[in-house]
Nanobody, 121 residues
């Protein structure tokens, strides 16, 4: 019902910037949150940034002040602006959308396929 397609990953030097995009299609119903996760080789998948249905944002400590999550509802797209990238930011980044069909119903998660971010030192 919901498809997510990430784009914007690539190779960037330390200190550079990238903007990741996650385009959604399908019926969102009741949006609970849109999240960006990342997973580096040999590491657990990590929640990087979140934006709730009310627009509140949160970030993991390691990216606070450098990354910004935003949403354009008209374009059905969520963005992750990544500035001052560090080598430790290198990972596959995944877009995640959490939604409900009804107000009191359960939450369901949808995932994109991921986009590779490589940061050279």
């Amino acid at each position: 019902q919901v498809q997510l397609v990430e784009s914007g990953g690539g190779l960037v030097q330390a200190g550079g910037s990238l903007r990741l995009s996650c385009a959604a299609s399908g019926t969102i119903f009741i949006l609970k949150a849109v999240n960006w996760y990342r997973q580096a080789p040999g590491q657990q998948r990590e929640l990087v940034a979140s934006i709730t249905s009310s627009g509140s944002t949160s970030y993991t400590d390691s990216v606070e002040g450098r990354f910004t999550i935003s949403r354009d509802n008209a374009k059905h797209t969520v963005y992750l602006q990544m500035n001052n990238l560090k080598p430790e930011d290198a990972a596959v980044y995944y877009c995640n959308l959490r939604r409900r069909i009804t107000d009191r119903g359960p939450d369901y998660d949808f995932w994109g396929q991921g986009t590779q971010v490589t940061v050279s030192s």
